[in-house]
């Protein structure tokens, strides 16, 4: 038997309102037009944790180093430790001690939202760059890294899910995200029917527990963006021609570099000082940006920005061999 829900009532209610009011027999026919599956897919990315959602493709963890070690080791360090951005490896068995070290081995319950997680959003300084074979392989070097695979270990659609991280267990609903006067935040079920007329709140998370519970968020990311180092783009800047600083924003070098102050790479005030008396540096420095490379600052290695355009890179490098101004 068909019972008609709320919803399809309501819907043949509002048909019933709008057919004699628009002449039309399906007026919403006529609104919008229906989404491509094209459009779908460019949004139904996400990947579920039994691998639903994983294209085909496949990566070791020896491509996974390569790619790793170029893209991703100047922020999470060679072995994943990096103690300067987030740490990738270590702390299994370390959430329930007194010092828990949440790192995506020791916290994550599914290797598929590495996957999801990496495919999104890394190298943090160019996100969505890495093809899915390369997504496989650095997935793969990450898990070796936390001994959660063998060296020799090969991943694809079919045996990334396959993969049982530490902490699957781990995960529980039986508690809330956080107690409030000894009860949890989050335990409730909806009403459906006979429900309260009026609403009371009965408790609530102290406005102040909700803000302080991450500390100052904007402190901890000010080494990531140009704007908190005091290089922000200047208002002034004539509409249409972006500034160096506005590029350099745009372009995400502002995560390892700051104008005056060096973070994963040299200060750009520097690297002004270095070249001011070397003569072919535009073409030099040109090449470092679009193909990388380390031995000249530190260790550090800087990765290929290919990203970039021609007109944006001619304008930071003139803004370089002026001396880097803050205007
Ligand atoms: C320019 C610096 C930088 C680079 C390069 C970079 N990352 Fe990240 N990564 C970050 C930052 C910053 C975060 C934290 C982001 C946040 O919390 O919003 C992060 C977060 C992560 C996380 C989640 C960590 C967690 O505990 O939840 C993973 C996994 C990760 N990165 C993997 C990679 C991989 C793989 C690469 C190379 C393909 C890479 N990253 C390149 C800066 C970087
Ligand atoms: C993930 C960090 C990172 C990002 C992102 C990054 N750089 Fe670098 N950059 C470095 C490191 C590390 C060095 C030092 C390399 C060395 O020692 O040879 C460097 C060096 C440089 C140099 C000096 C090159 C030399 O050989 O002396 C320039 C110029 C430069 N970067 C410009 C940029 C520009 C422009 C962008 C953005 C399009 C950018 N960088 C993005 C890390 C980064």
């Not at 996400?46 to 959602?53: A, E, L, N, T, Y």
Request: net charge neutral; with cysteine; hydrophobic share 40%.
């Amino acid at each position: 038997m068909y019972a008609m829900s709320r919803f399809n009532r309501r819907v043949i209610l509002l048909a019933g309102l709008l057919v004699p009011w628009t002449g039309q027999a399906a007026p919403w026919n006529t609104l919008g037009r229906a989404i491509t599956a094209d459009e779908i897919a460019d949004w139904n990315i996400d990947v579920r944790p039994d691998g639903v959602g994983l294209p085909k493709g496949r990566g070791s963890v020896a491509e996974g180093q390569i790619i790793y070690d170029a893209q991703c080791a100047a922020c999470h360090g060679t072995f994943g430790d990096s103690p300067q951005f987030v740490a990738l490896a270590g702390g299994i068995g370390s959430l329930k001690t007194s010092t828990p070290q949440r790192t995506v081995g020791s916290k994550l319950n599914y290797a598929t939202t590495l996957w999801d997680y990496i495919n999104r959003a890394m190298p943090f300084n160019n996100s969505k760059s890495l093809a899915p074979n390369e997504v496989y392989a650095v997935v793969a070097y990450v898990l070796n890294l936390n001994g959660i695979v063998s060296a020799d270990a090969v991943l694809d659609e079919i045996s990334l899910p396959q993969v049982k991280m530490p902490n699957r267990d781990g995960f529980t609903l039986a508690h809330g995200m956080r107690s409030v006067h000894g009860k949890p935040d989050v335990h409730n079920v909806a009403c459906m029917r006979n429900c309260a007329q009026e609403v009371k709140i009965s408790a609530e998370i102290p406005p102040d527990f909700t803000q302080q519970m991450y500390g100052d968020i904007r402190a901890q990311f000010r080494q990531f963006t140009l704007q908190d180092q005091g290089a922000a783009p200047s208002p002034s800047t004539a509409a249409g021609a972006a500034s160096a600083p506005e590029l350099l924003k745009a372009n995400g070098c502002g995560v390892c570099h700051g104008r005056d102050q060096g973070i994963v790479g040299p200060a750009f005030t520097d690297i002004s000082k270095r070249y001011a008396a070397v003569a072919d540096a535009s073409a030099k420095l040109t090449a470092k940006i679009r193909e990388g490379g380390s031995g000249v600052w530190g260790t550090a290695i800087m990765p290929p920005q290919s990203q970039i355009s021609d007109v944006a890179l001619a304008t930071i490098l003139n803004w370089i061999k002026s001396g880097a101004p803050s205007e």
